[in-house]
């Protein structure tokens, strides 16, 4: 028989009030119903959705949709000046690199890279961070203390700095890159589904399924996590964003991804010696970057007050 | 509102006001000379690397050295005489003493000789490439300014030799009574810049020696710092608050002079080229895979294009007036290397890769940043070529500068496939044949031939110099056939100078300090 909480009273209590969980399957029609009319409300979250929604397509029609292959060297024709400062039109639209290469295919497929590690890494993260916080939060004690222990250990050390030191171990590689951001992003997952999950086991339904006889790893996925998807949806957001950026920073330092693979920060790093001769080198890929981000982040934002419930009514 | 803009304001002037005083002394001409290297010291001492020369024979003194002409002059040495061809008496030069005090004499150059002996022996150390060189069996005192060097075989070009600056003449009681890991960063020599501070990411802080044996050299005080990135060097110089750097991008030359620094090209004799390490993987122990990957290789667009004209290809193998004009270096031919890698029996597979007996021939380059002119951008062309013709470069990694340099030591242990390489200058045939001897610490592919080592035994026992061009062609072409490297050419050397500064650029390359820093201006 599972034991209840002799503080349940005022779990209970608090669950009652307006804007206290409830169990799942209640709203997502209504909500996706009202997604689109209350995200054209916001100017800065549409003009951001745009700007997600060109990056996606780009990512993803990347072989479709780039000029030229943004692998091929063609060394004759390195450093050209962007095709719309030199009359040459659409001819290498943003310029040519170093070594040749578009620089506008290699932003197209630069898009693919960042939105690979940023949704890759969050995934693999997402899914660590929410198994601890989960079983962290649900069963408390040894294995509380064990976990966010474990969690300590790891924020002492600045994730960038982290990442750096194991790419710098095991070599350069989209593949090591997703699995080092995805590996070192765990923590604050963890750390809010724990928050959650404390919060929400004590509630009446969680309570009601256990009086009912429900194995524990039922309440756990069928009625505790289906309650805390917003604050995860809600970091994972931010957490792309993040990942898109220290993809940017590990590939700068030259630690990311092999320096033939077209990325936004290789871009950054491969062009910076030639800012004062060619600058069509980094603004393009810099400006990837900062748009990418902030139209992300301001996603982000929009979206944690959408799936707020006590600001449904201010959107 | 106005006291809050007026206080902005002010401190915006303050700002600006302290930046400038803070930019200024880089320009005052009795401000240390600050020179920008690619990496920091692997260490200061002369036996434990092969990678900071500039630094040592700025600090320290061989027996012999190279003029800024390239000719072999005694230094702590006075003459050399031939007893018989393993017999040498050395004369000392009289009156030299160290940093700090002790007097250079032939104690001095026996410690020296013995204590490189047995680190090698203890496994200690980065002597490889001069022991290699330089097969003496011991170092025997004379009287206090003669020794005698007993050699384990002739060589009739044994001062040559002795310029490498692992070979640096050091104090005996300094190095035997302080340990191993103090005299790594605080090194006391006879060469003329004294050792003042070394702090990585502050920089290693050298002081003009008073006493050194040709003059206290012109500009008094040098920090050199450690800037991996070229681009950072190049912003420094702009900026003033450097004033030397080498490895300027041929595109960036205008850039830097338009920024107020000078550009000298000079030629230097680092020939360039790409190691390919044996016994890694089975194709390259080929040598029509080797050929195949040379021809694959469009190396004259490179020059042409990539370095602006600035290096012409050949068979570096031998540095001029050695190296054999005539050898035509391998002409970019796309169809010939697919031939002989089908002759190979490397045939395309599914995915244009060629596959033998189930093993792709996919490889690994280990590529610097900054080290080479335009290194990692030539790795990335040289990736692009072979994979046309069927080779693929799985992994392409750029390591840092320092850890490449340890990477290439010990016969390239440390690296991969391939990883871009060079030989400096010797100033002999035999010398720079060291590159591709078997037993040579400057054979950094692990590359051994049989006929070349009887080629190149035979040549290293030859005392008659009337034959040793013929020798040497011979040799040269021998191994531009067997194609040990991919070749490459002979790398100018672009120095970003401050107007303020007279330098002198040597022929070889080199960044001595107490022979290319000429003095200061105004």
């Not at chain 1, 994730?159 to 989209?174: C, H, N, P, R, W």
């Not at chain 1, 990418?292 to 934002?301: A, E, Q, R």
């Not at chain 2, 595109?251 to 830097?256: H, I, P, S, V």
């Not at chain 2, 840092?400 to 340890?406: I, L, M």
Request: proline share 6%.
């Amino acid at each position: 028989m599972t034991e209840i909480d002799p503080t349940s009273e005022n779990q209970l209590a608090a669950s009652s009030a307006p804007d206290a969980p409830q169990p799942a399957a209640t709203t997502p029609a209504s909500r996706s119903n009202r997604f689109l009319p209350r995200l054209l409300r916001s100017k800065a979250a549409t003009i951001s959705a745009v700007i997600f929604l060109v990056v996606l397509v780009a990512a993803v029609a990347a072989p479709w949709i780039s000029p030229t292959d943004p692998f091929a060297i063609k060394l004759i024709q390195r450093l050209k000046p962007p095709g719309y400062m030199n009359g040459a039109g659409t001819t290498f639209w943003l310029g040519t690199d170093a070594l040749g290469r578009d620089v506008l295919s290699r932003i197209i497929y630069g898009a693919r890279v960042s939105l690979t590690v940023g949704l890759s890494a969050v995934v693999i993260s997402g899914t660590i961070g929410l198994l601890v916080g989960l079983l962290s939060g649900y069963f408390g004690g040894l294995i509380d203390d064990i976990f966010m222990r474990i969690c300590d250990v790891q924020l002492s050390f600045p994730t960038i700095l982290l990442a750096l030191t194991i790419m710098a171990v095991l070599g350069s590689g989209l593949d090591k890159l997703i699995l080092v951001l995805g590996l070192t992003g765990w923590v604050q997952y963890g750390r809010i589904v724990r928050s959650q999950v404390l919060s929400l086991k004590n509630d009446e339904f969680v309570l009601a399924a256990r009086a009912t006889g429900e194995r524990q790893w039922r309440i756990i996925f069928q009625h505790i996590l289906p309650n805390i998807w917003s604050p995860v949806i809600v970091i994972a957001s931010f957490t792309v964003a993040s990942n898109i950026v220290a993809e940017a920073s590990l590939s700068f330092l030259g630690v990311g991804v092999p320096p033939s693979v077209p990325s936004w920060g290789t871009m950054l790093a491969d062009g910076r010696q030639y800012i004062g001769v060619a600058d069509w080198l980094t603004i393009p890929a810099g400006l990837a970057i900062s748009l990418t981000v902030l139209s992300i982040n301001i996603l982000g934002d929009w979206l944690r007050d959408y799936l707020d419930p006590r600001l449904k009514n201010l959107l | 509102m106005k006291s809050m803009h007026l206080f902005r304001t002010s401190i915006l002037a303050f700002g600006l006001a302290l930046g400038s005083l803070v930019g200024a002394p880089a320009m005052a001409a009795d401000k240390p000379v600050v020179i920008l290297n690619n990496a920091e010291p692997v260490s200061l001492d002369p036996m434990f690397t092969q990678a900071d020369a500039n630094v040592i024979l700025s600090i320290h003194e061989t027996l012999f050295r190279l003029d800024n002409a390239g000719e072999v002059v005694p230094a702590v040495a006075e003459s050399i005489k031939m007893i018989d061809p393993l017999n040498w008496e050395i004369k000392i030069r009289p009156g030299l003493v160290f940093h700090n005090g002790e007097p250079v004499n032939a104690d001095a150059v026996v410690f020296t000789f013995d204590r490189a002996k047995k680190l090698f022996a203890a496994g200690q150390g980065d002597l490889t490439f001069a022991l290699g060189a330089l097969k003496y069996d011991h170092m025997e005192k004379v009287d206090d300014l003669t020794v005698k060097l007993v050699m384990t075989v002739p060589d009739p070009i044994i001062t040559s030799h002795m310029v490498n600056p692992e070979l640096s003449i050091l104090p005996p009681k300094y190095y035997s009574e302080n340990s191993p890991e103090k005299v790594a960063f605080a090194p006391v020599g006879v060469g003329g810049y004294k050792f003042v501070s070394y702090k990585p990411g502050e920089g290693l802080v050298l002081k003009a020696f008073d006493k050194y044996r040709l003059g206290k050299p012109p500009v008094e005080d040098v920090i050199v710092k450690a800037v991996p990135e070229v681009a950072t060097r190049i912003s420094e110089l702009k900026a003033g608050s450097a004033d030397l750097m080498v490895g300027v991008p041929a595109d960036l030359k205008a850039d830097l002079e338009s920024a107020g620094a000078n550009v000298i090209v000079a030629p230097s004799y680092r020939r360039l080229f790409i190691a390919i390490k044996q016994g890694r993987h089975p194709a390259l122990a080929d040598v029509r895979v080797r050929q195949a990957m040379n021809y694959a290789v469009n190396c004259e667009e490179i020059a042409n294009v990539l370095l602006g004209g600035m290096a012409q290809c050949s068979i570096d193998l031998v540095n001029s007036p050695y190296q054999d004009t005539a050898l035509k270096p391998y002409a970019y031919n796309p169809e010939k290397a697919k031939e002989l890698l089908t002759a190979a029996g490397w045939v395309p597979g599914p995915d244009g890769i060629r596959v033998k007996d189930g093993v792709r021939l996919s490889l690994n380059f280990d590529t610097t940043n900054g080290s080479y002119l335009m290194d990692k951008e030539i790795a990335q062309v040289m990736a692009d070529s072979w994979k046309e013709v069927g080779i693929e470069i799985a992994d392409l990694r750029v390591v840092d500068n320092a850890v490449s340099a340890q990477m290439r030591a010990k016969q390239g242990a440390g690296y991969r496939d391939l990883m871009n390489s060079s030989s400096g200058p010797d100033y002999t045939c035999q010398g720079d044949l060291l590159l591709v001897a078997k037993d040579s610490g400057s054979n950094r592919m692990s590359w051994a031939d049989d006929k070349f080592e009887q080629m190149f035994k035979a040549f290293n026992e030859e005392f008659d110099q009337a034959k040793w061009k013929e020798m040497c062609n011979a040799a040269q072409a021998y191994v531009a056939e067997q194609a040990p490297v991919i070749w490459m050419f002979t790398e100018p050397t672009f120095y970003g100078v401050s107007k303020r500064l007279n330098y002198e650029a040597r022929a070889d390359g080199r960044v001595y300090f107490n022979l290319v820093l000429k003095g200061l201006k105004g």
